[in-house]
Structures are given as structure tokens and as C-alpha cells.
């Protein structure tokens, strides 16, 4: 069935490091990518998406690439800061039923030390 | 302010005893959904529904109910038959339930119990 593999972590880096979360998923069709973050205590929130092969997603400085040739979604930022400490979901949308549902990852939770 | 309000943030269950989670959107989105979140496991789909008077079962939701008696509020019964009810409950909600569409999240309950 359609599923969804992500690093899970926990990770911790110090300020300003550089930051990859590998993100690879199994469906069929062509399924749209997204990562959502949840800050600790809190729901959570799209942090980018992409919806077809070779589209980029970007927002407040992370980035990930739709890469359908090798089924992945991983998620970078050049420079983390301390509010990026939080725990980073990958999801795919599937069509089912007639409507479109998300399949999760795991989790990773980050850790930035200042 | 338009958003997703969950209430409580924290709720206790007895044995034995049915409770209900309320999840109120206004958004004016059509489509509404109720995710379990266990630690390590990522997000779990419990019931989505696309419109009101009308709800479909998800991957989980055996001793679970919910209703979708008005477009805004989609509240979620946790039953006596749900063996281990302890865990953050997050309600979701999408103008439609069409490809790529974004799902937007409440800030979460947690159900313990007592």
C-alpha cells in the first residue's frame, strides 16, 4: 500500500548547521508530497509541498524537491536556528474513497542547540 | 481570527465511560478530519468527512464515532469499546478533499486516562 519512510531521528545540531531529513515514499499514481512541522505542545502546520514531479517546495528558508525518479521528498535548510527545533513530518495525499487522504511518516524530532 | 479550535486541550477518561472531543473550523472549509497521534507513529487517519451529513471510516476507527451536523463543527465520540484511548487527538480541515489539497490543524487534545 501507499506509505511514507522518513529519518526518525530524535537529531540534534548546533546553530547554523546544515540540515537534511530524508523523506521516500511508496504509491501509486502521482501522489502530492508535503512536510508539516509540530512545535512541541501544538498541532501541525504545512511547512512547504509540492504537487508534481520537478516541483520545488520552499518556506522561511527549507526546501525540498518532488524527485519521482527516485520516490523521495527530502527536506534541507542551509542554516537551522533554535526555533527549528521541532518534530518534521513527511506526508503523501492519496486518492481514496473518491477524496484525497494523507499518509504520514513517523517523525523526527529536531533539536537545534545554540 | 479564521482557524480550527479544539476543546479541551487535555481531557481524562474513566473506564467504562464514552467522551467527546469537539473540533469547531471557521474556515468555511468543506472537508473535516480526526487523526490520532501516538509517540513514534506519526498521525493515524480516524474519520474524514467530505461534506456535511456525510463521513467516511479511516484507518482506525474501530471504537470511535463522530457527526457532521453542520459544516463547521465535526466533534469526535471516543467510546467505552476503544481499549487504549490514550493519546493526542488532532482535527484537520481542507476547502475540498480534491488533489494537493492543504489540510490545516487544530492545536490537538490529549485524551488520558484515569
Known amino acids: 500500500g501507499d506509505s511514507v519512510t522518513q529519518m526518525e531521528g530524535p537529531v540534534t545540531l548546533s546553530e547554523e548547521a546544515f540540515l537534511t531529513i530524508n523523506c521516500t515514499y511508496t504509491?501509486?499514481?502521482?501522489?502530492?508530497l508535503f512536510w508539516y512541522v509540530q512545535y512541541p505542545g501544538e498541532g501541525l502546520q504545512l511547512l512547504l509541498k509540492?504537487?508534481?514531479?520537478?516541483d520545488k517546495g520552499s518556506n522561511k528558508g527549507f526546501e525540498a524537491t518532488y524527485r519521482k525518479e527516485t520516490t523521495s521528498f527530502h527536506l534541507e535548510k542551509g542554516s537551522v536556528q533554535v526555533s527549528d527545533s521541532a518534530v518534521y513530518f513527511c506526508?503523501?495525499?492519496?486518492?481514496?474513497?473518491?477524496?484525497?487522504?494523507?499518509?504520514f511518516g513517523k517523525g523526527m524530532k529536531l533539536t537545534v542547540n545554540p | 481570527d479564521g482557524g480550527i479550535t479544539q476543546s479541551p486541550k487535555y481531557l481524562f477518561r474513566k473506564e467504562g465511560q464514552n467522551v467527546t472531543l469537539s473540533c469547531e473550523q471557521n474556515l468555511n472549509h468543506d472537508a473535516m478530519y480526526w487523526y490520532r497521534q501516538d509517540p513514534g507513529q506519526g498521525l493515524r487517519l480516524i474519520y474524514y468527512?467530505?461534506?456535511?451529513?456525510?463521513?467516511q471510516k479511516g484507518d482506525i476507527a474501530e471504537g470511535y464515532s463522530v457527526s457532521r451536523e453542520k459544516k463547521e463543527s465535526f466533534p469526535l465520540t471516543v467510546t467505552s469499546a476503544q481499549k487504549n484511548p490514550t493519546a493526542f487527538y488532532l482535527c484537520a480541515s481542507s476547502i475540498g478533499a480534491g488533489r494537493g489539497e492543504t489540510q490545516y490543524f487544530g492545536p490537538g487534545t490529549r485524551l488520558l486516562v484515569l
Open positions: 506526508a503523501l495525499s492519496i486518492t481514496q474513497g473518491g477524496s484525497e487522504k494523507l499518509v
Open positions: 509540492a504537487t508534481k514531479a520537478d
Open positions: 468527512s467530505q461534506i456535511v451529513n456525510d463521513f
Open positions: 504509491a501509486t499514481g502521482y501522489p502530492s
